[in-house]
């Protein structure tokens, strides 16, 4: 939580030093580098809590699989962007700012790897230590920008810098429980790709749903105008990222139980009693402090943006009903099924941001984030006591036999 607060101040700050314009242009930026990221990544993290979580023996042969396949995927994504860059005739002075941002992200994304393998392993407060000294610096790069009134390039890169801190703290942590590089046949490097496929699929088009937001109305609003949503839309970003988080460790604990469908339907009961005990009533009182917390936050300049966030906050409760439901069809190796849920949802969700942001603005992809979590909660509904066949685990005979060869040796 303190991380995400505090990369909500990493954009307050922008909005406040750099005015609306730039904050647009960055929010579109790492829209786009996040879409990258999140093809390269392909579920390799959600996959990799699942097998862990039930095979940690194999936790060394698992976690260099996942690692070969993540950097292939990686290299892959990011000569996309690049080329994207090109064909779209990114400006000199923004190419430093965009390749910084896709840095920092796919980074970011070999420290969620990371993170997964120790969910996988139950040490989620080794998670919180590596993420609070990236906190601490975080924080104090914050405020020397700040104080310093340094430039946008100079954030970036305090950004960047307590990223890699934290990518070198979570690989120390997992060397010491014994994780290390281990040799692993390539048929292992493709069955965890393979069956990964489903659960990338159906991350890609939830972060398609979010990113196309912006991206959206970017396409038919001013710079100002997707600065202003982007104020409010920071917010929403945080409550995406911690549900994807609270997701992450819902794969480990419903792993736990997925053997036994009696006491897996009874825990996950009081997981969705516990969400909407604990949503609603904030999503409530977000509603009433939109206004009041975008202005001390951004400034007056940023007013506009109360009754946007007042209207994406009333999503909250959804979104963390999704992923509560998400997480029960990964661990119960059904994710290919939320594939078939997504891909309509991404579609609807991009249509009206089109056409919803084109004839009321920002105010109208608001409402179009709140419609696309409702439609899909309900579809999650209906298809709750579905009886869906699992499919085979990741792990067949041959590469157990493969992996116990070289343990033995």
């Known amino acids: 939580m303190l991380l995400r607060f505090a990369n909500f101040g990493v954009a307050a700050l922008i909005g406040r030093l750099y005015d609306a314009p730039v904050l647009g242009m960055y929010a579109t930026m790492v829209a786009v580098a996040t879409l990258g990221e999140r093809l390269a990544d392909n579920g390799l993290e959600l996959t990799g809590i699942a097998e862990v979580s039930t095979r940690p023996r194999y936790v060394s042969e698992i976690a260099t699989a996942l690692y070969i396949d993540k950097t292939i995927l990686c290299v892959v994504a990011i000569g996309l962007l ?7 005739g990114l400006p000199p002075s923004q190419w430093i700012i965009a390749a910084i941002l896709t840095l920092r992200t796919f980074l970011y994304s070999y420290c969620r790897l990371h993170a997964g393998f120790l969910k996988g392993l139950d040490r989620t407060r080794q998670i919180a230590k590596c993420q609070g000294v990236h906190f601490s610096l975080l924080a104090l790069g914050l405020a020397y920008v700040y104080l ?4 946008l390039v100079a954030l970036l890169l305090c950004l960047l810098a307590a990223q890699i801190v934290e990518y070198i703290c979570s690989f120390v942590v997992l060397s010491g429980l014994g994780v290390s590089p281990t040799p692993v046949p390539a048929s292992l490097c493709w069955e965890l ?3 990964s496929v489903p659960v990338g699929t159906t991350y890609t088009l939830a972060t398609v749903m979010l990113r196309g937001d912006v991206l959206m109305l970017s396409l038919v609003a001013s710079a100002t105008v997707v600065g202003t949503f982007a104020a409010a839309d920071t917010g929403l970003v945080m409550i995406y990222v911690i549900a994807w988080l609270f997701s992450g460790v819902l794969v480990s604990e419903l792993g736990r139980h997925v053997r036994n469908s009696q006491a897996l339907n009874l825990h996950f009961r009081k997981i969705l009693r516990t969400v909407m005990l604990v949503s609603i009533p904030i999503a409530m ?9 975008v202005i001390l936050i951004f400034g007056k ?9 007042a209207i994406m906050i009333l999503a909250l409760p959804l979104i963390l009903l999704n992923a509560a439901f998400l997480s029960r069809l990964i661990a119960k190796s059904a994710a290919r099924v939320a594939v078939f849920i997504y891909l309509p ?10 056409l919803l ?10 409402v179009s984030i709140v419609l696309r979590e409702a439609v899909i909660c309900l579809v ?19 590469s157990h036999s493969e992996m116990a060869s070289l343990l033995n040796t």
Do not use: D
């Open 380 to 398: 999650f509904l209906c298809v709750w006591h579905f009886p869906f066949r699992p499919t085979e685990s990741t792990l067949t005979v041959n």
């Open 285 to 293: 009182a977000g509603v009433l402090f939109a206004r009041f917390a």
């Open 193 to 195: 790709m393979r069956r």
């Open 82 to 88: 690049a080329t994207m860059g090109r064909i779209v």
């Open 148 to 151: 310093k009134h340094k430039g």
């Open 345 to 354: 949802a991404a579609l609807l969700s991009l249509l009206l941001n089109y």
């Open 357 to 366: 942001g084109r004839y009321y603005g920002a105010a109208g992809v608001a």
């Open 301 to 309: 300049s940023f007013a506009a943006a109360g009754s946007t966030a």
